[in-house]
C-alpha cells in the first residue's frame, strides 16, 4: 500500500484517540480534587436503605454537579447513562476511571434501547446515578426519562442536592461545579420519590415537578451548609 494509501486510514484512528486522551485527564484532575475534598453527608441513611434495596434505586442530581457524587460513589459499580456523541466518548472514559458501568444512548440516539437496559438493570438491584437535567438542558428540569425508569424498574428516586465552598462556577449551560482543592463539600439526601406506574401524561409531568423541586431543596440546604457567600 503507498504512502498516500495509508493517510485515509490513520487519520480516523488518531481523531479516535483524542476524547479517551481527554477523558483520562479530565478524570485526573477530578479524582485529584476529589481527594482533597473534606465531605459532610446529611441525611445519609437514606442514600443507604435506598441502594441496598432489591428493587435498585436511581441517584439524581443536577448536572452541573456531578463531579463530587462521581468521587463519593467511585468503584461502587453504579450505573450512569452516557450519550453516543463524541462528547459522550470522554465521559464514557471519566465514569468508567471512577469505576462506574455505562450504558452508552441518550433521547437522540440509542435511547429506548438504553433506557430498557438500564430499567432492567436496576430492577435486578443495580443503582444508576442520573442526572435528569442532562446532556444538554435545560438546566434544573427533569426529563420525562427519570420517571420512566422508575415506573418501569419499580425502584425509588433518590434526590441529592451537592454544594462545595469554595468554588468555581463554569460559564456553562449547566453553572458546572469545579471544588477548589480542600474545599468543604456537602451532599444533602432528601426523601426517596415513589412514581406510581398508572401515571397519565399529567402525572407525569407533576412527578417530575415533585422530583426537580426535591432535588433543588436538597441544594438549597447544601448550599448553606457548605457557607456559600454568593453564586461563583
Given at each position: 500500500?503507498?504512502?498516500?494509501?495509508?493517510?485515509?486510514?490513520?487519520?480516523?484512528?488518531?481523531?479516535?484517540?483524542?476524547?479517551?486522551?481527554?477523558?483520562r485527564?479530565?478524570?485526573?484532575?477530578a479524582?485529584t480534587?476529589?481527594?482533597?475534598?473534606?465531605?459532610?453527608?446529611?441525611?445519609?441513611?437514606?442514600?443507604?436503605?435506598?441502594?441496598?434495596?432489591?428493587?435498585?434505586a436511581?441517584?439524581?442530581?443536577?448536572?452541573?454537579?456531578?463531579?463530587i457524587p462521581?468521587?463519593?460513589?467511585?468503584?461502587?459499580?453504579?450505573?450512569?447513562?452516557?450519550?453516543?456523541?463524541?462528547?459522550?466518548?470522554?465521559?464514557?472514559?471519566?465514569?468508567?476511571?471512577?469505576?462506574?458501568?455505562?450504558?452508552?444512548?441518550?433521547?437522540?440516539?440509542?435511547g429506548?434501547r438504553?433506557?430498557?437496559?438500564?430499567?432492567?438493570?436496576?430492577?435486578?438491584g443495580?443503582?444508576?446515578?442520573?442526572?435528569?437535567?442532562?446532556?444538554?438542558?435545560?438546566?434544573?428540569?427533569?426529563?420525562?426519562?427519570?420517571?420512566?425508569?422508575?415506573?418501569?424498574?419499580?425502584?425509588?428516586?433518590?434526590?441529592?442536592?451537592?454544594?462545595?465552598w469554595?468554588?468555581?462556577?463554569?460559564?456553562?449551560?449547566?453553572s458546572?461545579?469545579?471544588?477548589?482543592?480542600?474545599?468543604?463539600a456537602?451532599?444533602?439526601?432528601?426523601?426517596p420519590?415513589?412514581?406510581?406506574?398508572?401515571?397519565?401524561d399529567?402525572?407525569?409531568?407533576?412527578?417530575?415537578?415533585r422530583?426537580?423541586?426535591?432535588?433543588?431543596?436538597?441544594?438549597?440546604?447544601a448550599e448553606?451548609?457548605?457557607?456559600?457567600?454568593?453564586?461563583?
Amino acid at each position: 500500500m503507498s504512502k498516500t494509501e495509508s493517510k485515509p486510514a490513520s487519520a480516523p484512528a488518531k481523531r479516535d484517540l483524542r476524547p479517551g486522551i481527554l477523558g483520562r485527564l479530565v478524570w485526573l484532575v477530578a479524582r485529584t480534587i476529589g481527594m482533597t475534598l473534606r465531605v459532610k453527608r446529611v441525611n445519609w441513611e437514606r442514600m443507604e436503605n435506598a441502594t441496598r434495596s432489591a428493587n435498585g434505586a436511581i441517584i439524581v442530581t443536577w448536572h452541573g454537579r456531578s463531579l463530587i457524587p462521581a468521587n463519593v460513589f467511585r468503584k461502587r459499580g453504579y450505573w450512569a447513562l452516557i450519550s453516543l456523541s463524541r462528547d459522550g466518548e470522554m465521559q464514557d472514559t471519566i465514569f468508567r476511571g471512577f469505576g462506574f458501568q455505562t450504558v452508552r444512548g441518550s433521547t437522540g440516539r440509542g435511547g429506548v434501547r438504553a433506557v430498557l437496559q438500564l430499567a432492567r438493570k436496576i430492577g435486578e438491584g443495580g443503582v444508576l446515578t442520573f442526572t435528569p437535567d442532562g446532556p444538554r438542558g435545560p438546566s434544573h428540569v427533569v426529563q420525562q426519562g427519570t420517571i420512566f425508569l422508575a415506573q418501569r424498574s419499580g425502584c425509588q428516586i433518590v434526590p441529592l442536592g451537592v454544594s462545595a465552598w469554595p468554588r468555581k462556577l463554569v460559564n456553562s449551560w449547566d453553572s458546572y461545579m469545579v471544588p477548589a482543592p480542600f474545599a468543604r463539600a456537602v451532599l444533602v439526601v432528601g426523601e426517596p420519590q415513589t412514581v406510581p406506574p398508572d401515571l397519565d401524561d399529567d402525572g407525569k409531568l407533576a412527578a417530575a415537578e415533585r422530583v426537580a423541586a426535591a432535588i433543588t431543596e436538597c441544594e438549597e440546604q447544601a448550599e448553606r451548609l457548605a457557607g456559600v457567600r454568593q453564586r461563583s
